[in-house]
């Protein structure tokens, strides 16, 4: 098969190619699926730099989810069947023509959805249902402050959080940015750029009960002055830094929580309670119409440098998707 491969090493865009590597084998307990389409995260372009290396015995092909047809089973799979449509959360592999993967990060698609749109929501709907929901313990009427609001996780969120009954404040980096976020539901909006979140959340709402956080060490201290009493931090990125210090008085007198969670390095009976609770309460909202694919770009992924460069370059609001070529992907 064909797969994306840094041949060069690790380091800036002109380092992924297109080339062969052998085809992946599906053992006991696993799948094969033959990608129509995969999309860009955060983590991909850090792996790509050398920042964020594959756990020990996973694939060193960047790509954490995809969408298309399984090919081949394994021995002991009795969930999915050749042929059959799905999506999956990937520890890597993402970026090929096919992958190998434990049957239980395996999901449904939801009905109506291509498989482009379904390569866009593995990472997203797992990295939003496990932090906020099962982690943060996100109630209906709280409020929930989103960093990044226009990035894929950030639209994703607070479709989610508003599906739930969540009210939802966001920063994002430019106008065009916000107007996005308000047009999924978003009703506190925060230019980074120009404004203080803390002095705007304290001004209109008083605080949050809950914080998306994607920026990490940078928004410490800003974080816990933002919360009510009984808030929740919920760390998912380090675009800020990874070393900063806490107010331990501070954080007391909230009675907060900061809590950090990956979701990649997870054991997989961790990674299939998420899925399964992702096909349980997220997948039907999007039959609904309630929460819906934010895809902004849709690229070959033989030019996945150039969707790497655009998320660098914060030129994307949503998700950049990677299709591959010659594969019928509705």
Known sequence: MHAITQPSGVGSFPTLAWGEVPDPQAGPGEVVIDIAATSVNRADTLQRQGFYNPPAGATEIIGLEC????????????????????????????????????VEQVMSIPAHLS??????????????????????????????????????????????????????????????????????????????????FVEVIKE????????????GAKYLAKNIDALNRNGRIAIIGMLGGVKGEINLQALLQKNGTIQAL??????VSEKAEICRAVERHIWPWIEAGLVNPVIDARLSITRAGEAHRMMEAGEVTGKIVLTIDGVTAT
């Open 204 to 215: 209109s709402i008083v605080g949050v009960d809950v914080i998306l956080d994607m920026v």
């Open 262 to 267: 990956a979701l990649r390095s997870r054991p």
């Open 67 to 102: 969408a298309g047809v399984i090919s081949e089973i394994g021995a002991g799979v009795t969930r999915f069947q050749i042929g059959d449509r799905v999506c999956a959360l990937l520890t890597g592999g993402g970026y090929a023509e096919k992958v190998a993967v434990p």
């Open 115 to 196: 498989l482009i749109e379904a390569a866009s929501l593995p990472e997203v709907a797992c990295t939003v249902w496990s932090n906020l929901f099962m982690a943060a313990n996100l109630k209906q009427g709280e409020w929930l402050l989103i960093h990044g609001g226009g990035s894929g996780i950030g639209t994703h969120a607070i479709q989610v959080a508003k599906a739930a009954g969540v009210r939802i404040a966001v920063t994002a980096g430019s106008q065009k940015k916000l107007d996005a976020c308000a047009a999924l539901g978003a009703e506190l909006l925060i230019n980074y750029n120009e404004q203080d």
